[in-house]
């Protein structure tokens, strides 16, 4: 019962962090403009990078109060996928077993480098590099990169506390969610995994602020490699890695979504109405303003085409 219990508010607090993950834009009748330009978080603005923290927290941990129908088109899939990672825990575990001390030993080296100590780490690196290289991307990269590790470990941390679960090599192995009741709980618990949010949510912001399939192949590959690295380390069950893995993954689109200037960036057009008395006519005027995004890529294609042409 304990464990359809944590399923369902996972799926809960799940929901609309995927939801915000592709927001609706409202637009206004007449028009829609995009001419604020909201503050960044930086050094120089450690005050905003506070307002973002509790911003996207507040976003989280309430979004269950914006559950929607069309949810259900992945919240069926996800609630599938843990509870069958919920009932293969201890199968798991068991085909790991506890006699090779090398590879516990070495999968516990690795996991350390997805750590939520490491992972902000490797963000500053980002940002220490990009200030450098005067490559104000790659900056934004770390900055947004250190933003969405401590969102995840909090996120993952207070799931931790609210779920008190036995780690592998605690109690009967069995993975007990409060196996003392409410006189014991452990700060430190098994559930989800902390390694496996902060790694899949610097993952996620690093592929989509660097969208080539290299990357996205490195940054993945990083993660799913730490993820693994904590079952085979007796550290999680397999249900702690993929709920830990989903939070990272849809915290780090949160915080992309919100907070990178790609998105800041928004198309925005105006709509005015036209009526010319001596001609009895009526129309709209439209001007529309395509994101910078959009622009490089119709110059893309332009110039492509322009190519093509002149083979021709």
């Not at 509870?83 to 790991?96: E, I, K, M, N, S």
């Not at 780690?167 to 409060?178: D, I, Q, S, V, Y």
Request: aromatic share 8%.
């Amino acid at each position: 019962m304990r464990k359809v219990t944590v399923i369902a508010g996972l799926i809960l607090i799940c929901t609309q962090v995927l939801a915000q993950d592709h927001p609706e834009h409202g637009t206004s009748a007449a028009s829609h403009s995009t001419s604020s330009h909201p503050e960044h978080c930086g050094f120089k603005k450690l005050d905003q990078c506070l307002k973002d923290l509790a911003h996207d927290q507040a976003g989280i941990w309430t979004s269950p109060l914006r559950i929607r129908p069309h949810d259900t088109v992945w919240l069926v899939p996800f609630a599938g996928a843990t509870g069958a990672a919920f009932a293969y825990d201890q199968d798991a575990l068991r085909q790991v077993g506890t006699t090779n001390k090398s590879l516990i030993d070495n999968s516990e080296t690795l996991s350390e480098f997805g750590s939520a100590y490491a992972t902000f780490g490797e963000a500053g690196a980002l940002y220490v590099l990009g200030a450098l290289k005067h490559n104000d991307h790659l900056q934004e990269t770390g900055l947004l990169g250190a933003e969405v590790v401590v969102d995840a470990s909090l996120v993952a941390g207070g799931v931790k506390l609210a779920t008190n679960r036995e780690r592998p090599n605690e109690g009967t192995g069995a993975g007990g969610f409060w196996p003392h009741g409410t006189r014991d709980y452990s700060l430190d618990s098994s559930f989800p995994s902390g390694h496996a949010a902060a790694s899949w949510a610097l993952a996620r912001v690093i592929a989509a602020e660097y969208p080539g399939w290299l990357t996205k192949l490195g940054v993945y590959g990083f993660a799913t490699a730490i993820s693994a690295s904590r079952i085979t380390a007796r550290q999680h069950f397999p249900s702690d890695v993929v709920v830990g893995s989903t939070f990272g993954y849809l915290i780090g689109g949160y915080v992309v979504r919100h907070h990178s200037s790609a998105y800041q960036d928004e198309s925005n057009y105006t709509v005015l109405p036209m009526f010319d008395r001596s001609q009895h006519a009526y129309g709209l005027s439209v001007t529309f303003s395509p994101r910078s995004e959009q622009m490089q890529e119709t110059v893309h294609r332009l110039r492509k085409l322009s190519l093509l042409l002149d083979r021709r």
